[in-house]
């Protein structure tokens, strides 16, 4: 029992602790499988720390601002890219459609909060829950501070969010995923998988006849003697490439005269001299047999690396593969895979597939033909792990500043806060980078931890604050609450695929990534793209994704100001 009072005192007097206690047991649980199910890091996390609050823990609050001010940043960081191509570009009828899709969520908690009678504090925790958005908490809290009650109501609807959130986020989750993968296809009268497949073929058009892997794909080299009387013999590099027409095969090296020289595309080959040749493995094997293959170890050991290339040339934003394959910086190259959105989603490599600006793209060749490619299509994103602080100091110091500002309209005082501004300068600093990556950058899983750990560290002190009275605001809240979080999850979810068909005439084979990614649901997108045995689906995930990610956080205070 001594031990036991121990223990409870000690956590008073070092809530540090108690955070780390609730992160650690907060991941733990939302790790937990369930069938097919988790609660995920933040529900793990708020749980935990209401447990952990049961025995009254005092924390600073200025400890969630910070962490959480941290956590908007790289959110923004992360989408902006796509934020400002879904604003300023070809991305412009997905960014409209999750603004519209957005708009709807806000329309169905609004009408759940003011037909149930709930105050500031449960609207903006059913929103919080009902879309799955757990950024808009920081920004809801901000705007209940903001409002102009007193400091109990204040503290009362405050502690009311993490109760509404908990109800909500499981139908929240499940239930989105639910509807997009079985309801939605029946809802658009499509079969996913044969859509998907049918888009792929359309995008798979000027394929060659060798299939997408000869237009990129070189990756093994062999060595050749040159016949006197041969068909390459006498010609210029240029000209004896160009004799294997639409096979892309490359001289990497030649051995003239016994000796290792340098070449360009005009050099003249000689009988007798040696060429190091790339390209398909079928196609070294046809060759072969109309040429020596000699061994020579030396010529052929040529380095290869790896590079991930950040596409920032606005002459390659929007360019389709087929026809980048097709330059003359492609050549030598292996293209492995393209990245894009704040969580690196994988895009189909085919034909048609466009490159925009802030994928990055991962290609293989000698260093010879890579910095080549880098050079015409952006920058080589070489692995660091050093994060360039003063970026990203300086990003949140400007958009706190901006943010901060109030202007007041009929009494009301609008403002971002400083958590929205730094939001916002996260999202402008992201796409610049993009532009001019030079500035510095935030490596991945830096903003993995400014992303994880800052919300979570932030959810965590909202758990443990809230503890103490949660079990009263549930019992104040009830559980009517679940079900209004149902019609909240399911109302623009069931609208949204209809919008995406009638409205924005989106293909079948993307319209239901664009619902999950306007509603941020990352695992509902995957499940569809599972449904699908297809990547296709993610193609209308990204765009939607950066601009409802923005705007769902923001609902946060919108919520607030709407129902006070």
């Known amino acids: 029992m001594a031990m036991w009072e121990w223990i409870l005192e000690m956590f008073r007097e070092h809530p540090e602790l108690a955070i780390f206690l609730t992160l650690a047991g907060g991941y733990w649980v939302g790790a937990k499988k369930f069938g097919s199910f988790s609660l995920g890091a933040v529900t793990g996390t708020l749980l935990v720390g209401i447990l952990i609050g049961q025995i009254g823990i005092d924390i600073s609050p ?12 790289a959110i923004g960081f992360g989408v902006g890219p796509e934020f400002v191509r879904g604003i300023a570009s070809n991305g412009l009828p997905q960014a409209l459609f999750a603004v519209v899709v957005c708009a709807l969520s806000l329309a169905c908690v609004y009408i759940a909060a003011i037909v149930a009678g709930y105050g500031p504090g449960l609207a903006a925790g059913l929103l919080a829950g009902s879309q799955t958005i757990s950024a808009s908490i920081g920004l809801a809290t901000d705007a209940i501070a903001r409002s102009g ?76 003697r040159i016949h006197e009387g041969g068909k390459v013999a006498g010609k210029t590099v240029r000209d004896a490439e160009a004799l294997a027409g ?30 190091a040749v ?59 895979s393209i990245r894009r959105g704040s969580h690196a989603v994988n895009i189909p490599i085919l034909p048609q597939t466009q490159l925009h600006r802030g994928d990055i793209i991962r290609i293989s060749g ?39 500002v109030v202007i007041p309209a009929e009494g009301i005082p609008i403002t971002l806060g400083t958590s ?9 600093l992201g796409w610049y980078r993009t532009v001019n990556p030079k500035i510095g950058n935030v490596p991945q899983p830096t903003l993995w931890f400014m992303n994880s750990v800052g919300l979570n560290v932030f959810i965590a002190v909202v758990g443990i604050t809230a503890g103490p009275t949660f079990i009263a605001g549930l019992q104040q809240a009830g559980f ?49 793209a599972e449904r699908a045995k297809s990547d296709i689906p993610m193609l209308g995930y990204t765009v939607p994704y950066a601009v409802g990610n923005t705007l769902l956080t923001l609902w946060g205070m919108v919520i607030v100001l709407l129902i006070n």
């Open 62 to 73: 200025q400890i969630k601002s910070i962490f959480f001010i941290m956590f908007l940043f």
């Open 149 to 224: 009650m007193s400091a109990e109501e204040v503290t009362q609807q405050t502690d009311l969010i993490p109760v509404a959130y908990a109800i909500s986020y499981i139908f929240g989750t499940v239930g989105t995923g639910w509807i997009l993968v079985f309801l939605g296809p029946k809802l658009l009268r499509i079969d996913l998988a044969a859509e998907c497949a049918r888009y792929k073929r359309e995008m798979s058009s000027g394929e060659p006849e060798s299939g997408m892997a000869s237009a990129w794909h070189q990756h093994e080299i062999r060595a050749y």
């Open 246 to 275: 639409n096979e892309r095969l490359f001289i990497e090296r030649l051995r003239s005269d016994g000796t290792l020289v340098e070449f360009d595309d005009t050099t003249v080959l000689k009988p007798d001299d040696v060429v």
């Open 278 to 336: 790339s390209g398909r493995r079928e196609a070294l094997v046809h060759l072969s047999h109309a040429a020596d293959e000699v061994e020579d170890r030396e010529l052929i050991d040529i380095p290869v690396e790896t590079v991930d290339v950040l596409v920032t040339k606005k002459s390659v934003n929007g360019a389709k593969l087929i026809d980048l394959a097709g330059e003359s910086f492609a050549r030598g190259v292996y293209l492995n």
């Open 366 to 404: 000698t260093q010879v033909h890579t910095d080549r490619v880098v050079a015409a299509l952006g920058y080589a994103d070489r692995p660091v792990t050093v994060t360039n602080m003063v970026l990203v100091g300086l990003g949140i110091l400007l958009g706190g500043l901006i943010g901060s």
């Open 420 to 428: 929205g501004g730094a939001l916002i300068a996260g999202i402008l």
């Open 480 to 528: 009517a609450l679940f079900f209004w979080g149902v019609f909240a999850t399911a109302g623009p979810m069931i609208l949204a695929p209809l919008v995406g068909k009638y409205l924005f005439r989106f293909d079948p084979a993307i319209n239901l990534g664009c619902c999950g990614g306007a509603r941020t649901s990352t695992a509902a997108t995957a499940m569809l």
